[in-house]
């Protein structure tokens, strides 16, 4: 197969509750997956356990073959996968700018002495971190906010802050949890446009969230839990059609699922 | 200020200490100032490790520990070993930094106020490690330490034997002065570089500074191991200028002390920490007269501050930094 993400079988236990439950499937390259479910199914758990901030209790993540689940975050971040928070986490005092000149960290091509003593090398990468984050900043439309301090931002645009951090990584997959959170039709829509703007560069993304339209017209693939477990996966239309999601969701009465 | 004027700034700063107070003290004849000068000088060298631990985001409350731990190195090694008080200062502050290591790997993983109480612990085991350990002669302490000798290379003496000097007052003012410009220089390379940035990146949000690829652990390691270099270097040059070391040289309320001095100062400003120092020391010496009131006036007087100018004295001055 030649996925460039697998889960297998992964479980996480708190104490007795059971937050994700033998789950596994595969990313494929350059795809936009979607993982849904009700509040409270367990999409965080599973998103912070493929990125490594949160260790499985029993299955694990390959990544590009090699098992990512163990190590430490900084480390999968290294190797190309990167989360995005689900509430809008940035580096609140600091500009726009340099939140995400700051995110550039594993780009860098000299060690900490390296920048403490100015070498040449060390002013190359501020220079080019410096240039990539203001092309990020354009690209993303953040341009009139570049200098202000992030705390500062809209809602919106702090949503945006997060995806261009994530950005600034280079990374090879990116998870976004819940990117349009909060955000109204035009923001959403805006940003629809950006997350396929970003796979566009080559970025595999893995995407939790609730807004179903939204869902269903960017993902190539949904993969769906309920209460810790996977009850489905396919395409946008298959999850569409699919009983058991159906079920899951007006179990709930929460959302409809944009059918 | 562009940094040619910041560079012009500071050297005009450093020639006032190192020629323009000493000319003052001999116009004035109180000799007595350099001690109290060099006092501010050495504590803010301290302080400025407690500062560097908040820039990462951790309350320090025991600088103190590695104050006493690097004037007990020097120490033994100039009175046991009879090794040059100026080789001892640089073996104190990394025997410090080594210790921190060992330390700070469990501890460091600590926030907030378990951090605080954590380390407010330290500076108590320390003094009982003191009164403990054969090597230091316990509640006695070592005394009469011999003043640090002369440093010569190549026949050209860099430092002269301070017991052949006539004021070795002024010599230790000097040297503590320069110590302090050296530090603070290095600390402000520091804040100013990336590195800075990736400590502030600590201290805002560690989840966040991981996820984009920062060795979060390895860094606060690095900032304690710092910091406790600072403490160690102020401890082994309060060991020579008295001339003794005692359990009881650096107390929990000492600690204390280097923590508001950097509150007072600024925990945004890297200079924040010998204003503060500045004028807490200062401060403290001013309310004598007040006799039994004076602690109480003196705390009254902190909160007052800090309630008013939670980012320190320096904020007073310097204008909200805009970003960029
Ligand atoms: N650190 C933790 N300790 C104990 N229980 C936890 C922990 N983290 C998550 N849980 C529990 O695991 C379950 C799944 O949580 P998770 O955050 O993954 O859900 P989610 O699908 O992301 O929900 P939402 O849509 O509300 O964000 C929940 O019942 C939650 O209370
Ligand atoms: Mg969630």
């Not at chain 2, 070993?81 to 790997?105: D, E, Q």
């Amino acid at each position: 197969m030649d996925y460039i993400l697998e889960v297998s079988n992964l479980t996480k236990r708190y104490g007795g509750l059971i937050a994700n439950s033998g789950i596994s499937f595969g990313v494929k390259e350059h795809e936009i997956l979607s993982v849904i479910g009700p509040n409270g199914a367990g999409k965080s758990t599973l998103f912070k356990q493929i990125a490594s901030f949160v260790t499985p209790t029993e299955g694990e993540v390959r990544f590009r073959g090699e098992r990512i689940s163990g190590l430490s975050p900084h480390k999968v971040a290294r190797l190309g996968v990167v989360r995005t928070f689900q509430e809008t986490t940035i580096f609140k005092t600091m500009s726009v700018r340099d939140n995400i000149i700051i995110a550039h960290q594993l780009r860098a091509r000299t060690g900490l002495a390296g920048f403490f003593f100015g070498t040449r090398t060390a002013r190359e990468d501020e220079a080019a971190f410096a240039r990539s984050a203001d092309e990020i900043i354009d690209f993303l439309g953040l341009g009139h906010q570049r200098h202000e301090i992030a705390s500062n931002l809209p809602h919106g645009h702090l949503r945006a802050l997060g995806i261009a951090i994530g950005l600034a990584t280079n990374p090879a997959v990116l998870l976004l949890d819940e990117p349009f959170a909060g955000m109204n039709h035009d923001e959403t829509r805006r940003a629809v446009e950006i997350v396929r703007a970003v796979r566009a560069r080559g970025v595999t993304i893995l995407l939790v969230e609730h807004d179903m339209p939204a869902v269903m017209n960017i993902s190539d693939r949904i993969v769906v839990l309920n209460f810790g477990q996977k009850i489905a996966e396919g395409t946008p239309k298959e999850i569409q059609e699919n009983q058991n999601v159906i079920d899951a969701y007006l179990g709930v009465e929460d959302e409809s699922i944009g059918m | 200020m562009t940094n040619a004027t910041k560079l012009l700034l500071a050297a005009a700063c450093v020639l006032f200490l190192l020629v323009g107070v000493p000319a003052l003290i001999a116009a004035t004849g109180r000799n007595d100032l350099y001690y109290t000068l060099t006092s501010v000088a050495l504590l803010s060298i301290i302080s400025g490790g407690v500062w560097l631990t908040f820039y990462i985001g951790r309350i320090n409350i025991g600088q103190g520990a590695f104050a006493l731990l690097g004037g007990y190195v020097s120490a033994v090694l100039v009175t046991a070993y009879g090794i040059s008080f100026w080789l001892t200062l640089p073996v104190a502050g990394l025997v410090c930094a080594l210790a921190s290591v060992l330390i700070g790997l469990p501890i460091l993983r600590l926030r907030g106020v378990y951090f605080a109480m954590v380390t407010l612990t330290l500076t108590e085991v320390m003094r009982l490690l003191a009164l403990a350990v054969p090597i230091t002669n316990g509640a006695k302490g070592i005394v009469s330490i011999p003043l640090p000798g002369g440093v010569s290379l190549f026949g050209l003496t860099l430092i002269p034997d301070f017991a052949t000097l006539e004021n070795p007052r002024l010599a230790f003012y000097l040297a503590s002065v320069v110590l302090m410009v050296l530090c603070f220089g290095a600390l402000y390379r520091l804040v100013h570089s990336r590195i800075g940035h990736i400590c502030l990146s600590l201290q805002q949000n560690e989840e966040l500074a991981s996820s984009i690829g920062v060795n979060i652990a390895s860094i606060r390691v690095l900032a304690y191991a710092i910091s406790s270099f600072l403490g160690g270097l102020g401890g082994a040059m309060f060991a020579a200028i008295s001339q003794s070391i005692y359990p009881s040289s650096f107390t929990v309320a000492d600690s204390v002390n280097f923590m508001l001095n950097c509150f007072l100062g600024g925990l945004h400003y890297v200079l924040g920490p010998i204003l503060g120092t500045f004028a807490l020391y200062f401060g403290w010496d001013l309310l004598f007269q007040t006799g039994v009131y004076q602690l109480l006036i003196f705390s009254s007087a902190l909160i007052v501050l800090m309630l008013v100018l939670p980012n320190g004295l320096l904020s007073l001055r310097l204008p909200r930094k805009k970003g960029a």
